[in-house]
């Protein structure tokens, strides 16, 4: 599997001399050495001499100036390196480590299974008695699972790319004085880590690492001081921070923590606009579709054309709404492809597909039902929010029952703006609003005559309650008419077209029984809003 190595460098020409030819030793494709621009240049000597030597593994020199937007310089050289890289398997090793051929195992793992990172242990030197006592302390503490993530690691580049935001730019180097509280302990890798853990998956290699031959980053009695300042803050009982005083051996901890406690000064922790709050957004709604992709019929499984038989049968209106035999040709992206019956549709009459989802069952749930039926098609597992693609490349964005589920529907459709050409079609579905389905079945079945109005629940609470198979959706948001063309509207599409239909509602023994009115007004009734709209050319152009 080809990977690269990317290695940030100052001027640590000693530690090269261990470090360089470890790493050649694992027969990466690529060494990518990311110095401090200019590179000094006994170590650029030593670089170039040791890649010399190596006849099948490339080796890169990055030489990074540095860049006022960013506060915290060796993340930028570091990220630098990530991007010249030529593969997207990454293993990024500190210029103070010795690695050995165990590191592999997390690149064999990350990319696969929605994994985006994997870290492995960093093994101290043991030097005197504290040396001893910290790494008995390290070692239990591994043992009990409590695994210190140590920036050893691997990472798959896109998840990466579609992970991390803006807040690393103002992030400060944790060592310095300008750190305080809580982000004296989030370097640029814990960051990383932070943010990977909104959308991938992280894993811990505990057992398996590096030796290090610097010591422990958190001995600057600055960092601990900080943290001793936090843990106060926080809460933590004296005993508990006195405890890890004495466990890690390091005492400043204490420091910190009285001087918090006489002072009680404010001090920060986080910022609140960067990877916590997507953490918090994200996460219910990824574990709830992570169980379930509708559509694939697990309790009776049914063929590829068995499946397209009843979608189409039971949703009757969506080939003459959506159209799908006029794709011929057209770039189409769908967002939310869940089991990927629409796509496979969309692939039958030719059109180019791109199947999003950012659940890594509906992705597999795709991926099986496109190879089931003999089709072509990619597959991205990736967020709404976040789409992994250049921008005006999309003839076609299709979502169909997807965008009500986001909290955050404005990002979503400012990114499906981004990515769709001028004049290019945005279509789909989402719930209605003005429907006997949400009167009859979420109001009155469940929020009168079972009570949970009364019980406090709101509306919208309840809607997501039960608005799917499974009970419990995170997030459901119905939209009436006026609604939706607002949302479009504000989004910068135009010629707009909404039609309620799917007259079905939910009775207390079956889902999706079909009804029928007698007047005119029937159409309006519908649970489902179909809706097509073109995105406004870009203005300047
Ligand atoms: C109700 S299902 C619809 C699936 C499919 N479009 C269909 O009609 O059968 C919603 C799908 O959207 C996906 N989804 C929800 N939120 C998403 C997000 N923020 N980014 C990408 N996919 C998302 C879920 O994983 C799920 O597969």
């Not at 089991?339 to 795709?366: K, N």
């Not at 207390?508 to 009804?515: D, E, N, P, W």
């Amino acid at each position: 599997m080809a990977f690269s190595i990317v290695m940030p460098i100052k001027d640590e020409y000693d530690l090269l001399r261990s470090s360089l030819p470890a790493c050649y030793s694992v027969r990466p494709d690529e060494v990518v050495l990311c110095f401090d621009k200019p590179a000094p240049a006994k170590c650029l000597e030593l670089a170039k001499d040791l890649g010399a030597k190596q006849s099948r593994i490339k080796t890169r020199i990055v030489e990074v100036e540095r860049n006022p937007e960013w506060r915290f310089h060796q993340a930028w050289v570091r990220r630098s390196g990530f991007r010249a890289a030529e593969h997207d398997r990454i293993l990024t090793v500190d210029v103070d480590l010795v690695i050995n051929r165990n590191v592999l195992k997390a690149v064999d793992l990350v990319g696969k299974d929605d994994v985006g990172l994997v870290s492995c242990s960093k093994f101290y030197p043991v030097t005197g008695p504290l040396g001893f006592w910290r790494a008995v302390a390290y070692h239990l503490a591994r043992r009990a699972h409590f695994a210190p993530f140590t920036g050893l690691y691997c990472i798959f580049r896109p998840y990466w790319l579609d992970s991390e935001d803006e807040g690393i730019k103002s992030l400060e180097d944790p060592r310095t004085e300008r750190a305080l509280g809580s982000l004296a302990a989030v370097g640029e890798d814990t960051y990383l880590r932070n943010c990977m853990i909104t959308r991938h998956r992280v894993l811990y290699l505990r057992e398996l690492g590096a030796y290090c031959m610097t010591r422990y980053v958190e001995d600057v009695p600055h960092m601990q001081f900080e943290l001793g300042r936090y843990m106060a803050a926080k809460g933590y009982s004296w005993p508990r921070v006195l405890l890890r005083a004495l466990m890690y051996g390091r005492i400043h901890y204490l420091r910190g923590y009285l001087y918090q406690k006489r002072a009680g000064l404010e001090i920060p922790t986080y910022n609140p606009h960067t990877y916590r709050t997507q953490l918090m957004k994200g996460r219910k709604q990824r574990a709830y579709w992570a169980k379930q992709v509708p559509m694939t019929f697990t309790d009776l499984p049914k063929t590829y054309e068995q499946k397209r038989q009843f979608r189409y049968a039971l949703q009757d209106y969506m080939q003459d709404f959506f159209a799908f035999n006029q794709l011929r040709g057209q770039r189409v992206l769908e967002i939310g492809s869940g089991s990927g019956i629409d796509s496979a549709e969309m692939l039958r009459h030719g059109a180019q597909v791109v199947s999003l989802d950012f659940s890594p069952a509906a992705c597999r749930s795709t991926k099986s039902l496109l190879s089931e039926a003999r089709l072509g098609g990619d597959v991205v597992m990736a967020d709404a929010t976040h789409l992994p693609f250049k921008g005006d490349y999309f003839d076609v964005v299709y979502s169909y029952g997807v965008i009500h589920h986001i909290p955050n529907v404005l990002e979503v459709l400012e990114e499906v703006r981004r990515c769709l050409r001028d004049n290019g079609l945005f279509m789909g579905m989402v719930y209605n609003r003005d429907s006997l389905l949400y009167a009859y079945s979420l109001l009155y079945l469940h929020g009168i005559k079972e009570g949970l109005l009364a019980e406090g629940l709101t509306e919208q609470e309840i809607a997501s309650k039960f608005s799917e198979r499974k009970e419990g959706n995170p997030y459901t948001k119905c939209y009436t008419k006026d609604e939706l063309d607002d949302l479009l509207c504000r989004s910068f599409f135009r010629q707009i077209r909404i039609q309620p239909c799917y007259n079905v509602i939910d009775t207390q023994m079956k889902r999706k029984v079909k009804f029928q009115l007698e007047d005119s007004e029937q159409e309006s009734l519908g649970w489902h809003l179909a809706f097509r709209a073109l995105r406004l050319p870009k203005l300047g152009r």
